[in-house]
């Protein structure tokens, strides 16, 4: 009964996790939540496969609203 207690929490979690990514890239840091979600994404791949597809599909959204592969932007200041 633990075990699926632990996953119900993990998926709440997750939830959470993607919403506050969305809200990350919404606020113009879209870089930054695509590190975040592939980080997600390596943390997830073999334990939970559902969390990692909603991650992954969560990247592959916010890939086009950054720049080039291989460039970083420049801090603001």
Partial sequence: ??????????????????????????????????????RACVALRWEDGRQWRRFNALLHRLAPRTGPVGTTREAPG
């Fill in 1 to 38: 009964m633990a075990a699926i207690a632990d996953h119900e929490e993990t998926q709440k979690l997750g939830a959470v996790l993607l919403a506050a990514l969305k809200a990350l890239a919404d606020a113009g840091e879209a870089e930054q939540a695509c590190r975040l979600a592939g």
